[in-house]
């Protein structure tokens, strides 16, 4: 486990999945993360790629080949090696080199940066493209954020605020048998009370989503997520009746497979496209309150 700290927080990466395992405020002792408890849902904040949520069949094509892939791919189980670490701040490298040929066709390297700033924690990714022709990718977080964070608080007191990004038309997905149709455009983006029902039929999607906040309404204790560029966000708990002690808020560069998908990752909704030699970055921020 690496361990980064500053003077307002303490966070944990393990470099398997370059994945974060918890922060905590050195100032009031909150462990903001998600435990990774199995009874309800193993991983903390695994990182989606070269697909985010499920393919059809969970398959695609490609130069008329058909490959296999299981929801969100294969970065999150992958061992990442150091590559740069400091008191607040850690990178972490995956050379694919072959590993991957037979349900991905491309060689690339990909890089997970943390690093602590106050209160913030900065996430950003680069893909290099190693492959000598365009490569396509989608590439998302997951991280689960405890809900609630307090003894003496219930879900029910905290509420989800959405900042839409400005000029753009918010639009709402559903989830279909894991696969994404449109539900509305959106003129507003009401706030939502964390409740076991908004779980019910799997994630929130939108698009056009500039920062995501999770807040108590008894402490004012949470976090923001700034993400803006990116396409889509994804909100989700575990549901089995009730939902899990955790809200998921991911920031996504791609999305699941459409109802009504050709199939074809070129066609794939939301699939990025990188030249060969060329590099992908992106990056978002996690405040804790």
Not at 115 to 125: A, E, F
Request: proline share 4%.
């Amino acid at each position: 486990m690496i361990h980064l700290e500053n003077e307002c927080l303490k966070a944990a990466i393990s470099p398997s999945g370059a994945e974060l395992r918890a922060v905590e405020s050195k100032e009031t002792g909150l462990h903001y993360m998600w435990s990774g408890d199995s009874t309800y849902w193993g991983r903390v904040s695994p990182v989606l790629f070269p697909i985010i949520g499920r393919l059809k069949k969970d398959q695609y094509e490609l130069n008329g080949k058909t490959y296999k892939l299981p929801q969100h791919g294969f970065l999150r189980d992958v061992e990442f090696s150091v590559l740069e670490q400091e008191s607040d701040k850690a990178s972490f490298l995956f050379d694919s080199s072959d590993t991957f040929l037979d349900v991905y066709p491309y060689r690339f390297q990909a890089i997970i940066h943390y690093q602590l700033k106050g209160s913030s924690l900065s996430i950003g990714w680069e893909i290099r493209n190693e492959q000598g022709k365009t490569m396509h990718f989608s590439i998302g977080g997951h991280p689960a954020f405890n809900v609630p964070l307090t003894s003496g608080e219930k879900a029910e007191d905290y509420t989800l605020q959405f900042t839409p990004a400005e000029g753009e038309q918010v639009t709402q997905y559903e989830l279909a048998q894991s696969l994404v149709r449109e539900k509305q455009t959106l003129q507003t983006v009401d706030p939502l009370q964390v409740e076991a029902s908004l779980f019910k039929n799997d994630a929130l999607i939108y698009s056009n989503i500039d920062r995501v906040s999770l807040t108590s309404n008894q402490t004012g204790h949470g976090v923001d997520v700034e993400l803006t560029g990116f396409p889509f966000v994804g909100i989700w708990s575990s549901y089995n009746g009730t939902m899990a002690p955790f809200v998921c808020i991911e920031p996504w560069y791609g999305i699941a497979d459409t109802v009504d998908t050709t199939g074809k990752l070129v066609e794939k909704k939301g699939i990025q496209k990188l030249e060969k030699g060329a590099v992908f970055q992106a990056d978002y921020t996690i405040t804790f309150k």
